[in-house]
């Protein structure tokens, strides 16, 4: 007869408290006990589609003064965001959480700026191009600046017509190397005397290097291209526009896109209209009132990212692009999504 052996009730007990700590590590990593923010509002059948049913806003880092900004880094597999006011860029990593990545970011003159949320002298969009070169528009220093791959920074834009420009605040990128970015007011220190009486949309030339102006009546923040790139969208004020991007990198003139003051839905906290980026199938998660306004290529919103709080950009990212990261005020926030950024 074949005797076998029982395992005693300490070793069992000993054995699944084992398992459970490795459960409530795994945890932790996987962010399972995240904190979540805000609620999902879904308007039209087409946003379950895009947003899981069982989708959560969570929030992955917190205590910054002003996110904005964020990029997913291919090269570093990791999330980076500007803190505008403290003039810095955030590393996030899904297992080691945040660390410092670059500062000054974009403002390095001599003057101290920044440590309060009213000035914003740091980098705000940021890019990464096909190179694996990060992009950057440094509000301090009013210019559009690339990182090499030997850590040395050039000066993409920084003038127009001989005139320094405001505040440079978001771009997109183009296939072709052209670079299109809105040049805005926010970073400028109060009291500083402008070199150009407006706020423009910019092209920088791929080719040659060259600038040249999109628009020069308009109130640009958040700026972004669809995925076949021959749509070219641009906040105003609390709306957004759309410009006609022709096969030669130039733009046509551009006509309102959707304003939020026509849709119905009852009012939320919070938002913004902001940052913005397609997804791989042309809809729009741009921030607007409420949090994260998801829109289709049509102009429906089909639903919202209710984040209660000031909401200012997002971008797609992870290792299949289908996570959104949302820059939620003091905090970064992520969703898991079923649709996906473009170049995945």
């Keep these: 007869m074949r005797f076998i052996k029982r395992a005693s009730p300490v070793l069992i007990v000993a054995a699944l408290a084992g398992l459970a700590a490795q459960a ?13 923010i805000g609620t999902i509002e879904r308007l039209d059948l087409r946003f379950d589609k895009l947003i899981p049913q069982d989708a959560k806003l969570e929030k992955i880092a917190e205590g910054y003064l002003w996110t904005e900004g964020a990029v997913w880094y291919r090269p570093g597999k990791c999330l980076l965001f500007s803190d505008i006011p403290n003039n810095v860029i ?20 001599l003057k101290p700026r920044g440590g309060k949320r009213d000035d914003l002298p740091g980098s705000n969009g940021l890019f990464v191009d096909a190179m694996g070169r990060l992009l950057l528009c ?12 030997d850590g040395k920074k ?9 005139n320094r420009l405001n505040s440079t605040n978001d771009l997109a990128l183009h296939p072709n190397g ?13 009291g500083a005397k402008r070199e150009l009486d407006f706020t423009g949309v910019y092209r920088i030339s791929g080719k040659d290097g060259t600038l040249s ?41 551009g006509k309102p896109f959707v304003n939020p003051k026509e849709w119905k839905v009852a009012p939320a906290k919070g938002g913004g209209v902001d ?15 409420g949090g994260v306004c998801v829109i289709a290529p049509d102009g429906t919103l089909l639903g919202r990212l209710l984040a209660g ?10 290792e299949d692009g289908r996570t959104l990261f949302v820059c939620v005020n003091q905090r970064m926030g992520m969703v898991r999504t079923t649709t996906k950024g473009i170049g995945w």
């Excluded at 955030?90 to 670059?102: A, C, M």
């Excluded at 970015?181 to 926010?186: C, K, N, S, V």
Aim: one cysteine or more; aromatic letters at 10%; proline letters at 5%.
């Design 154 to 162: 050039t000066v993409l834009a920084d003038k127009y017509m001989g």
């Design 309 to 318: 709080d000031r909401t200012a950009n997002v971008c797609f990212g992870g």
């Design 178 to 190: 052209d670079i299109y970015f809105t040049d805005a007011l926010y970073g400028l220190e109060k």
């Design 275 to 289: 940052g913005m980026k397609c997804d791989a199938a042309g809809n729009l998660f741009a921030t607007g009132p």
């Design 213 to 253: 102006l999109v628009s020069k009546s308009l109130s640009p923040n958040g700026i972004a291209l669809s995925p076949d790139f021959k749509k070219l969208y641009v906040t105003h004020g609390r709306s957004w526009m759309v410009f006609p991007v022709n096969e030669d990198g130039s733009t046509g003139e």
């Design 90 to 109: 955030i590393k996030w990593e899904p297992v080691k959480g945040t660390s410092e990545f670059l500062k000054p970011s974009g403002y390095t003159g």
């Design 24 to 36: 409530t590590l795994a945890q932790e990593k996987t962010g399972e006990h995240r904190e979540i």
């Design 138 to 149: 440094e509000h301090g220093d009013g210019r559009v600046t690339r990182i090499e791959k």
